[in-house]
C-alpha cells in the first residue's frame, strides 16, 4: 500500500519526534518532515517541489513566531490541496472558530490514540469528512446554535479605530483586492513570499481581521483604490 505523506508542525520536539516515530510505525504513514513553528514550516515548503508536499499536515495552534491559525491561513492561500487536521491540547470555542475559518479540515486534541490520528487522516482523504474529538464536536454544535440566535448590529461609531497602513501594505492590499496570490504579488513587486506574508499579516492585524475576504471587504468599503 502506497503511503500518505504527511507533515507535523509543533513548538516541542519531543512530542513532533514521538508523534512522527508512533504514526510511521506499522502504519501506511510517511512523515515526509516536522516544523517548530509556521514560519518553519513554510520555509522548507517552499524548498520542496510539489511532488513532495504532504497531503496532510498535523499542525498544532499555540506556537511562537507564527502560530498554527496564522499559518493555515497563509498555506491554504499557497497550498490549497493541502489538508490541514488540527491537532493540539485546546478545546476552546474561540480556537474551534478559528481554525475553521482559517480553512482546518478537522480538530483532534492530542491525547487521542494513534490509530484515532491515523484513521481521521484516511477519512479525511478518502470520504471528506471533518475529523474532530468527541469534546470538540460537541462544542461545535454548540457555536453553531449559538450562532442562529440574532445579534445586536454595531454601529459604526463602536467599530474599533482601523490603524493607518504603510504604503507598501496599502499596494500589498491592492494586489490583494485584484486577486493575486502570494506568489504573484512577490514576482510583481520583486520581493520574497516570505516578506509578502510578513505584510499581510501586519495588514490583517491593522485591520482587525483574520483573512483576505474580511481585508478585501474593507478596502472596498472605504473606496481606498477606487
Known amino acids: 500500500m502506497k503511503k500518505i505523506p504527511i507533515a507535523i508542525v509543533d513548538d516541542k520536539r519531543l512530542l513532533r519526534n514521538t508523534l512522527s516515530e508512533q504514526l510511521q510505525y506499522n502504519q501506511p504513514i510517511e512523515v515526509l ?3 517548530e513553528n509556521g514560519i518553519d514550516f513554510l520555509k522548507q515548503m517552499e524548498k520542496r517541489s510539489k511532488n513532495l ?4 499536515v498535523l ?8 502560530d498554527g491559525l ?3 491561513l497563509i498555506s491554504k492561500e499557497i ?13 476552546e470555542d474561540e480556537k474551534i472558530f478559528e481554525a475553521v475559518k482559517a480553512g482546518a479540515s478537522g480538530y483532534l486534541l492530542k491525547d487521542e490514540k494513534i490509530s484515532k490520528i491515523v484513521t481521521s487522516i ?12 468527541p469534546i470538540v464536536a460537541k462544542k461545535t454544535l454548540e457555536m453553531l446554535r449559538i450562532s442562529e440566535k440574532p445579534t445586536p448590529k454595531i454601529s459604526d461609531s463602536n467599530q474599533e479605530t482601523i490603524d493607518y497602513l504603510s504604503s507598501r501594505e496599502m499596494e500589498i492590499l ?19 513570499p516570505h516578506t509578502v506574508r510578513k505584510h499581510i499579516a501586519n495588514i490583517y492585524d491593522k485591520l482587525h481581521v483574520s483573512n483576505k475576504t474580511a481585508a478585501i471587504k474593507i478596502a472596498m468599503k472605504k473606496k481606498w483604490f477606487n
Do not use: R
Open 53 to 56: 508536499h504532504p497531503l496532510v
Open 70 to 72: 496564522e499559518t493555515v
Open 174 to 192: 491592492q494586489e490583494i483586492v485584484l486577486g493575486l496570490n502570494y506568489k504573484e504579488i512577490a514576482d510583481k513587486l520583486f520581493i520574497s
Open 122 to 133: 484516511f477519512e479525511l482523504l478518502n470520504e471528506g469528512t471533518v475529523p474532530m474529538s
Open 79 to 91: 497550498y490549497p490541496d493541502i489538508q490541514f487536521l488540527m491537532l493540539t491540547a485546546f478545546s
Open 33 to 35: 518532515f516536522t516544523a
Open 59 to 66: 499542525m498544532d495552534i499555540e506556537m511562537p513566531e507564527m
